[in-house]
């Protein structure tokens, strides 16, 4: 059914599935400007359906993936507003090159929504024409969003500050339960994909370690896995006696094991790395969150209030903390209550749409006459 007044939005960016934060977000995006009067949605899905951890990563297969979504292009003619996510690495940016041109020359309304901490890095790091292609793309976009405050220094080499937008990530609705069962063993979750550089090893380590001191617990693991860790990992896994691998999770599934565990744990050092949305979906089913301080994550965890900071790529300082919270079973229980509250004040799915909708129609001539 057409709106009134409406304006049309084109969403540039992976959409489910695979299942990533940067997708599931895109989803949400899409869902609250549909349920906006202000808007109509069309999407180009850019989602790689082959899940690796080196997500920067040149290759042949993946530069003609890309090529072929090009095709789409006459999209952005029949749209007023543009909003793209892009990666955060030359190809990342270069592969929505027509994209963003085009647009820029049509006078579209063009966002960029960056979903992590590398995007500068990368600048930095580029020379030559490179740097400037890199820089002329991401200066062509009239407005940026970014996850958290500390985030912002992403795009303030090519943006104005007053178009640098905050946009907190979110959990949805549908994971809380009312009230969470007693527990007096120290049920621990990871929820993320498989990464090196996101701590897993760290984690199956500290574990192992945990087993060997005589620690109780139980712990339940789901993520995607990248093919070329997929035969270590399964020989970690298997040598633990309180672990289960779950797969991929999602929808009551998801919701199952956020509700089980007790503490979640993303000992990341992830260099893309932005605000993990798993977090927040821990915090929102009453998780103590045991992570790093690294990326945005210091600007929505503190530690010893929503859960614990632990040492990159350290699984003894892990162990450590894990030992200390399966002794202090009521230290647990009171900070995830508290988490709970946190996120109903802080980063529902409903807060999540009214921001976005707030700066896309900011600083747009158009919305005045609607």
Wanted: proline share 3%; glycine share 4%.
């Amino acid at each position: 059914m057409k709106k009134d007044k409406a304006q049309s939005i084109l969403i540039i960016g992976p959409f489910p599935n695979p299942i990533s934060g940067v997708s599931l977000a895109n989803k949400v995006v899409k869902e609250a400007l549909d349920a906006s009067p202000f808007f109509e949605t069309q999407i180009i899905d850019t989602s790689y359906s082959e899940f690796e951890e080196d997500l920067g990563v040149f290759s042949l297969k993946k530069t003609l993936f890309y090529l072929k979504i090009n095709f789409k292009i006459y999209k952005i003619f029949r749209n007023n507003i543009i909003y793209i996510t892009p990666g955060q690495t030359f190809f990342g940016v270069a592969k929505y090159s027509l994209f963003i041109i085009l647009s820029s020359l049509l006078k579209k309304e063009l966002i960029v929504h960056v979903h992590g901490n590398y995007l500068k890095t990368e600048y930095e790091t580029l020379k030559g024409k490179k740097k400037q292609v890199f820089k002329f793309l991401i200066s062509k976009f009239s407005k940026g969003i970014v996850l958290s405050n500390s985030l912002r220094k992403n795009l303030t080499p090519f943006l104005e500050e007053k178009m640098i937008y905050v946009l907190p990530n979110f959990a949805q609705s549908f994971l809380m339960s009312e009230k969470k069962a007693e527990n007096n063993t120290l049920k621990i979750i990871y929820l993320s994909n498989l990464m090196k550089e996101k701590g897993i090893f760290a984690l199956l380590d500290s574990l192992k370690e945990m087993e060997n001191n005589g620690v109780r617990y139980e712990a339940k693991i789901a993520g995607n896995i990248d093919q070329k860790y997929l035969e270590e990992i399964q020989k970690k896994v298997s040598n633990l006696s309180h672990v289960t691998y779950l797969g991929i999770v999602k929808g009551e599934k998801k919701k199952e094991l956020l509700n089980w565990g007790t503490v979640f744990v993303l000992p990341t050092y992830y260099s893309m790395e932005g605000q993990p949305i798993s977090i927040i979906e821990a915090m929102a089913t009453e998780n103590v969150i045991i992570t790093t301080n690294h990326a945005g994550i210091p600007d929505i965890i503190k530690d010893k209030i929503n859960g614990f900071f632990v040492q990159k790529n350290n699984e003894s300082d892990l162990t450590n903390q894990l030992t200390s919270l399966s002794e202090n079973l009521q230290v647990v229980e009171k900070i995830a209550k508290e988490n709970k509250k946190y996120f109903l004040e802080n980063f529902t799915e409903e807060k999540f749409k009214e921001r976005l909708i707030k700066i896309v129609t900011e600083h747009v001539p158009k919305f005045r006459e609607i």
